[in-house]
C-alpha cells in the first residue's frame, strides 16, 4: 500500500468536498448531525476559499483521496476568546476538517494526518497542536489521548459538546 500526502491545489476541491460529503452523510448515520449543520462549507466556493487561505492536504492511498485535513496558524475567529489552553497566546497550528472516507477508517489515515501536522508545527518552530471534535465519539477522543493530546476545554456546538485538544510538542526539528 502506497500513501502520500500532497498539497491540494484549488483543482482539487471536488476531491476534498467528496470526502466531506461521504463524512457528512456517515456522521449523520450515527446521530451526530454538526457536519450536516454545516454542510454550506462543502461548496466549490468554500473549499476552494479554506484552500488558498489555509493549509489543505489531501492523503492519497493508492492514489485514491482518502483524507483532508486543513492546517491554520492563526486562531481560529470560532474560537471567541477561549483561554483554556496551555499558553493561548502562544503560536500554534490550528487543525480543523480532518476527514477520512468511512471505508478508510481505523486503518491509522488520521493518526498519519496528526503526525504530518504535527511535523509540519515542528518545522515551523511551533510547539502545540490544537483542534476540537465530538465529546460523544468516545472511540475517536480515545485515540487522540493516546496519541498524547490532552482535553483542556469544553463547549457546546449547537447543542453537541465538544472537547478542545492539544498536544505540546516537546522537540522542534
Known amino acids: 500500500m502506497e500513501y502520500l500526502i500532497k498539497k491540494a491545489e484549488e483543482s482539487d476541491w471536488r476531491l ?5 460529503v461521504s463524512c457528512t ?11 450536516e449543520r454545516s454542510s454550506h462549507l462543502n461548496s466549490r466556493e468554500k473549499v476552494i476559499q479554506r484552500i488558498r487561505e489555509n493549509d489543505v492536504y489531501i492523503l492519497f492511498v493508492d492514489g485514491k483521496a482518502v483524507a483532508t485535513i486543513t492546517l491554520g496558524y ?18 500554534a497550528v490550528y487543525v480543523s476538517r480532518l476527514a477520512v472516507l468511512p471505508d478508510y477508517h481505523r486503518r491509522g ?20 497542536v490544537r483542534f476540537d471534535a465530538l465529546a460523544d465519539y468516545r472511540e475517536l477522543v480515545d485515540s487522540y489521548l493516546r496519541r498524547g493530546y490532552k482535553i483542556v476545554g469544553k ?3 449547537v447543542r453537541t459538546e465538544g472537547n478542545f485538544f492539544e498536544k505540546r510538542l516537546n522537540e522542534i526539528m
Open 16 to 20: 476534498i468536498r467528496d470526502i466531506y
Open 25 to 35: 452523510e456517515w456522521l449523520s448515520k450515527q446521530g451526530w448531525k454538526h457536519w
Open 74 to 91: 492563526e486562531h481560529p475567529s470560532y474560537y471567541k476568546d477561549y483561554t483554556f489552553w496551555e499558553e493561548p497566546f502562544v503560536p
Open 155 to 157: 463547549d457546546f456546538f
Open 109 to 128: 489515515f488520521g493518526s498519519r494526518l496528526l503526525e504530518f501536522a504535527e511535523d509540519k508545527a515542528r518545522q515551523k518552530g511551533i510547539f502545540y
